[in-house]
């Protein structure tokens, strides 16, 4: 009989890139903003999030998702643009949560203003949806104190794919690197705490790619 513990897979590092996909739906007053956000592809609203850290940009953007720079930029609403800009989609359990945070907060908006905000010609909000491309680079990892080496060579798109894009493909809504450190049991519980305190939103992937390493290369320097 054989009583040998299954085989832990190694740590296949991923690379990726996020397609914009235009939809043909634009929203050209908050109203149309809000009615249009009903019944959006999930993806769109993934897209408006999570979208611009994957396209560099040649000045740092004052709002991390695209809704609150449309309304700060396009509609002049200072209020409700930083009420959109606050919102951590990492705090909501699914896209559909998130929708309906952000239809709410518009409705709030819509409540409070005497006139209905318009864009002006040429500045309507274009809803976009994502379409990920996955790449695998080959590289394998079997210990987990690799990491400490491997994860300053990774690429902003490995960074996405395995510290962000992980959310929405494991069963627990966790990145790649708790995913996969559970395998081994509790001896890494702590460091799946200190993982999980990593805020992936309001930074950009190179401050994420930075954080990681030094979070790794302390850890294991300190076993």
């Known amino acids: 009989m054989n009583n040998k513990e299954p085989k832990i897979q190694p740590f296949a590092v991923k690379d990726c890139a996020l397609i914009a996909i235009a939809t043909g739906i634009q929203a050209y007053n908050l109203r149309e903003l809000k009615d249009k ?27 991390i998702n695209d809704f609150a720079a449309w309304a700060y930029y396009s ?7 930083e009420r959109l800009a606050v919102i951590d989609p990492t705090k909501f359990a699914d896209i559909e949560e998130l929708r309906q945070e952000l239809i709410e907060e518009i409705e709030e908006r819509l409540y409070e203003s005497e006139i209905v905000p318009w864009a002006r010609p040429g500045e309507q909000f274009h809803f976009k949806r994502s379409q990920i491309v996955v790449f695998d680079t080959s590289k394998r990892i079997t210990e987990p104190k690799e990491l400490s080496t491997v994860l300053p060579t990774f690429t902003e798109g490995s960074v996405f794919y395995h510290f962000i894009d992980a959310r929405r493909r494991t069963s627990g809504g966790e990145d790649d690197f708790r995913a996969w450190l559970v395998g081994f049991g509790d001896t890494y519980t702590d460091l ?32």
């Open 37 to 63: 956000l009903t019944n959006i592809h999930p993806g769109s609203i993934y897209y408006h999030f999570w979208g611009s850290l994957l396209f560099p940009r040649f000045e740092e953007p004052e709002f």
């Open 75 to 81: 509609l002049h609403d200072q209020a409700l643009a």
């Open 192 to 223: 799946c705490h200190l993982i999980a305190n990593i805020d992936p939103y309001f930074t950009t992937l190179a401050e994420l790619r930075c954080k990681l390493s030094d979070l790794f290369q302390t850890y294991f320097r300190e076993r």
